[in-house]
């Protein structure tokens, strides 16, 4: 089974800032399969990305993911009020797909 | 508009089970990979099943082989999870999702509780 660990554990930013979020996997994931999740209090998780770098249909541009191997990042460029959220990474290159446990991004 | 539907949740005793039931519209069913994923406070988001289009091939996550079962009805529109043996770890918020790797649309989620 893949493990993924997601850094930092909780990211303090301000609107308009730029956001990093990590997710390493414990081995490699296959063919970049790995995708990236909003989820807002109350609500179900979104998708954002898929095959590490595509964004889903109608998230917006500032969104983007990179990486492949071990290392994969998803970057917001310029934060919106409505960005701030819990960011999950999944690999689905292997069974069974994992999670990783979780970015919150909060108002700093 | 993609619409996933679930129900079936509650509390349940140990050792007892439960059937959750996806409703899906908006999309045809029949043409797509199916999941359920839970999520808890304390462990996160899980995958837990997944089901072929035509229903032919199954996976489970090793925790609940052989106590789950996933199972469709492409002519009700139709996702299921069989539930037995239920243990206290099963406790989680369960999403009925669409696809197979990444999952494009998720649920509202239906809560169950397994507690004495």
């Known amino acids: 089974e893949i493990l993924l660990t997601q850094s930092p554990g909780t990211l303090s930013l301000s609107p308009g800032e730029r956001a990093t979020l990590s997710c390493r996997a414990s081995?490699?994931?296959?063919?970049?399969?790995l995708a990236w999740y909003q989820q807002k209090p109350g609500q179900a998780p979104r998708l954002l990305i898929y095959g590490a770098s595509t964004r889903a249909t109608g998230i917006p541009d500032r969104f983007s993911g990179s990486g492949s191997g071990t290392d994969f990042t998803l970057t917001i460029s310029r934060l919106e009020p409505e960005d701030f959220a819990v960011y999950f990474c999944q690999q689905y290159g292997s069974s069974p797909r994992t999670f990783g446990q979780g970015t919150n991004l909060e108002i700093k | 508009e993609v619409q996933l539907v679930e129900s079936g949740g509650g509390l349940v005793q140990p050792g007892g089970s439960l059937r959750l039931s996806c409703a899906a519209s908006g999309f045809t069913f029949s043409s797509y990979w199916m999941t359920w994923v839970r999520q808890t406070p304390g462990k996160g988001l899980e995958w837990v099943a997944n089901?072929?289009?035509?229903?032919?091939?199954?996976s489970y996550v090793d925790s609940v082989k052989g106590r789950f079962t996933i199972s469709r009805d492409n002519t009700k529109n139709s996702l299921y999870l069989q539930m037995d043996s239920l243990r206290a770890e099963d406790t989680a918020a369960y999403y009925c999702t669409r696809g197979s790797g990444w999952t494009d649309y998720w649920g509202q989620g239906t809560l169950v509780t397994v507690s004495s």
């Open positions: 089901i072929k289009e035509d229903g032919s091939a199954k």
């Open positions: 081995q490699s994931v296959r063919s970049t399969n």
